[in-house]
Structures are given as C-alpha cells and as structure tokens.
C-alpha cells in the first residue's frame, strides 16, 4: 500500500459526458502528478500541482483539468469524453521532487 | 525516435535465472525510477536513482550518466517477478517523468 487513494477505482460513462477523479496523497506529499495510461500510447504525463499550484505540464487535453485543494488532495476533471479517452488514470505524490508513490488508478472506460 | 527506450519488449525466463532489462534515454535527467506494474494494474515505484547503484533484497538497479543508460537486473528470479517493468526519467528542464514503453517480464516455475 502507498498511502496514496484513488477514488473510483472503476467508472464507465458515456461519451460527451464529464467525470472526476480524486486523489488523496501521501500524508506529508506535497505534489500530485496525475498520468494517463491507454493500450496504445503507454504511461504519459499529464499534469503536477505542489502545494496547490500548477507546477509543470505534459500532455493533458484542453477538455482535461485538475486542481489541488488546500488540502492537497486533488481531482482531475475530464469532459466531453471520447471513446479515447478510456484508460487508467493514475495518480502520484512525491514530497517535492523525489520518489513517486503511485495510487492504484482509476480505470475509466467511455462507451 | 522515443526519448527513453527499454529492451527487451518481452523476456521469458525460468525460476532461478538471472535477468536483466535496459533503458536508454537520450534527454539530459535529474533522475531515473524504474517501475514495475502488475497484472492487475497498480503501479510501484522500485528505485530512483541519479548515479550509482542501488540494491533492494533480488533487485539491483544501475545508472551510467555518461553513456545514457541504466539497466534493472532481478536475480534468482520467482514467478511472483512476473510483471511489467517501466523505466521513467525525470528530465533536466522539468519536473515531469518520461516513460518507456516498458518491459514484459514473465517467470516460468
């Protein structure tokens, strides 16, 4: 167990719908990384909040946001879903730039 | 041409057997994780690592800085190996972790 949760753990919606994910970091983690893994394109980066902040982006869709709440727990919202878009969505904390720990994902099917 | 390149794709060892997998990367790093991901999905980060070597009980994880390469061997290998191995780097002008495309590890008893 990492110490990182990710809630749900399965969700399946229909296109043109919108979702959100949640993660809880590690207690003491500041950053929350969220990645992207589908069959054909691997694990990506999508996007990193420290501390409530944006910190670097990667690969994420305009249709795809995220926050970091001063709680630091985070959520990734994904809109106007697409057959694409079905993947695991992991999330990560790390205590700044160190050793990621990784939830256990959220597998997101869109039908 | 993939910034961070792992070989082999697939490897079939016997119980016991010595493994080794690869990773290139052609990208300046501030670090290097390798991951491994099970079966059933979830993700756990083994090593990381800047320079050196690093042992945890059968894995060895290496780094060379200079020719771009780092290498994950597993030693007397248990079918409760059987997993996908990642290698991810953290590259030098960001925060944001690159992934290879990972390495199919499967133990036969």
């Known amino acids: 167990d990492s110490g990182v949760t990710q809630t749900p753990k399965h969700l399946i919606t229909a296109t043109g719908q919108r979702v959100t994910l949640r993660c809880s970091p590690r207690?003491?983690?500041?950053?929350v990384y969220w990645y992207q893994q589908s069959l054909d394109q691997g694990l990506q980066f999508l996007i990193q909040y420290y501390n409530g902040e944006e910190r670097a982006k990667g690969n994420i869709l305009e249709r795809f946001s995220a926050q970091q709440f001063p709680d630091l727990h985070s959520e990734l919202n994904l809109s106007s879903l697409e057959l694409g878009d079905s993947a695991l969505y992991f999330c990560a904390s790390s205590v700044a730039d160190g050793a990621q720990y990784f939830g256990p994902g959220t597998r997101l099917t869109v039908t | 041409k993939n910034e961070v390149e792992q070989s082999p794709q697939n490897l079939t060892a016997q119980e016991g057997e010595f493994i080794t997998i690869n990773c290139s990367y052609s990208v300046g790093i501030s670090a290097l994780h390798w991951l491994q991901q099970h079966p059933g999905g979830g993700i756990v980060s083994l090593f990381m690592l800047s320079s050196g070597k690093k042992k945890h009980g059968r894995l060895i994880a290496t780094i060379n800085i200079q020719e771009k390469h780092s290498s994950l061997h597993i030693t007397a290998s248990h079918p409760r190996d059987s997993a996908v191995y990642i290698c991810?780097?953290?590259?030098?002008?960001?925060?944001?972790?690159?992934f290879g495309g990972g390495t199919r590890v499967l133990v036969k008893p």
């Open positions: 207690s003491g983690d500041l950053s």
């Open positions: 991810a780097v953290l590259t030098s002008a960001g925060n944001k972790l690159t």
